[in-house]
């Protein structure tokens, strides 16, 4: 290489390494809309909505379901939340969320098109008794509010997989997990995802849901 | 520097050391250890890693050919230390083995780099770390203050020991930065001619 390449080369090198580190943040950063992996968590379900029928369930009754069988069959938006009941944190002001929602579906008599379903990802330590129990201290009503367990390790994997569920047990065997409410529709897909302090947006989408579909279910009667 | 006051043989002891030390952490044996605790992973892999970098044995000439101005040597060491300060990067790099490898040669890169870039004009490298300074500061005090848990991987606690880490290391890095002022002012003093 003779000298004037070289030099030529030099002059370069700072706009190379700008750009090579350009091209790097924006494929880390899902082209700079994301700094954290929890956001790109949400753009991507909100663009792929995925089906739900792998999130295989036993509900507090013992009977096994998935939770795109159990939108198709009640014919509901849902909105749901991943728990583990001996929970005492981020679980508890999630569960309170979940009170004051059923509250505000009864009253305005929605309960047969809007559903609320807690999913435990406790799949050791969860059963039919634990799951009670939280129905009881959470006063949920079984006509709004379904209890239901991932029925195995293997689901509970998928849900990582596909829904970017973090679950860490920490060293007083407690779990941190990550926390959001996600939408689902009557067809069994995903149709939004939020954060814990969004559940109005959440039940702002399923009400806009509702009314479309409302609006479609008219004109063909007209 | 460190160099200049090591033998060939122990150099050589100390850079392989510091190598395995840098990288086991990313092994499927021992990704434990990273994946238990982000100050594990922030505070030793990354810092140990630019160790191992800077004690490689490397040929500076060939390295000023790639990246052959100071600007953009600095530039590389700035930009790859802020890309692994970002949350979601230190989660793909537990999760994806693609991009731990990448940690591992951007970050080795860097550390062969800062061998070479010392030798670079004063003020220059005045700029850079006090840069580099600064934003450790303000991304540790982030990691340390924020509420809410920004790598999916780890737990609120070790995101905010990882925080005052990041802070101490930015206060050492200011330290250093006056300590060379003083030192560049005692300097042109004492060169001064009367």
Redesign the interface.
């Known amino acids: 290489?003779n000298k004037l390449k070289?030099a030529r080369?030099?002059?370069l090198?700072?706009v190379?390494?700008?750009a090579f580190?350009f091209v790097?943040?924006g494929l880390?950063?899902h082209y700079f809309s994301?700094?954290?992996?929890?956001s790109?968590?949400r753009d991507d379900l909100f663009t792929q909505q995925p089906d739900l029928s792998f999130l295989s369930t036993i509900d507090d009754a013992g009977e096994f379901s998935n939770i795109a069988q159990l939108a198709i069959i009640t014919n509901k938006v849902l909105i749901t939340q991943f728990i583990y009941t001996q929970c005492k944190t981020i679980c508890l002001s999630l569960g309170n969320t979940f009170q004051q929602t059923q509250t505000q579906i009864v009253r305005k008599n929605l309960s047969k098109q809007l559903g609320l379903v807690s999913i435990s990802f406790d799949v050791s330590h969860e059963n039919k008794e634990t799951l009670q129990a939280y129905r009881q201290r959470m006063h949920a009503d079984a006509k709004v509010w379904s209890l239901v367990k991932m029925q195995d390790t293997n689901v509970l994997e998928a849900a990582k997989n596909k829904l970017?569920l973090?679950v860490?047990e920490?060293n007083q065997k407690d779990f941190?997990h990550?926390s959001a409410f996600i939408v689902v529709s009557p067809t069994g897909h995903v149709m939004g995802i939020f954060e814990t302090d969004e559940i109005s947006d959440a039940i702002t989408l399923a009400l806009k849901y509702l009314a479309s579909e409302h609006k479609e279910k008219t004109l063909i009667v007209k | 520097m460190i160099n200049t006051l090591l033998t060939t043989k122990t150099k050589a002891i100390y850079s392989v050391a510091a190598l395995i030390i840098a990288v086991t952490p990313s092994l499927p044996f021992a990704r434990v250890l990273i994946e238990s605790s982000m100050t594990f992973h922030m505070l030793f892999q990354i810092p140990m890693l630019i160790l191992a970098g800077y004690l490689l044995k490397n040929n500076p000439k060939k390295l000023h050919y790639t990246l052959s101005q100071s600007t953009a040597q600095w530039l590389w060491i700035y930009l790859s230390s802020t890309f692994w300060m970002m949350p979601i990067s230190i989660d793909k790099a537990l999760l994806y083995p693609t991009w731990d490898a990448f940690k591992l040669i951007s970050l080795l890169t860097a550390g062969a780099v800062l061998k070479v870039v010392f030798k670079s004009h004063r003020l220059l490298a005045l700029f850079f770390v006090g840069s580099m300074a600064m934003m450790l500061f303000f991304v540790g005090f982030y990691y340390q203050q924020t509420d809410t848990r920004l790598c999916n991987a780890y737990l609120i606690e070790s995101q905010q020991l990882t925080g005052t880490g990041l802070i101490v290391i930015a206060c050492l890095l200011l330290f250093f930065l006056f300590f060379k002022i003083q030192q560049g002012l005692a300097d042109a003093e004492y060169s001064r001619p009367d």
Not at chain 1, 34 to 38: D, H, K, M, Y
């Open positions: 290489m070289i080369l030099s002059k090198s700072p190379m390494v700008i580190w790097f943040f880390m950063t994301n700094i954290t992996l929890e790109q968590r970017g973090m860490i920490d941190v990550n």
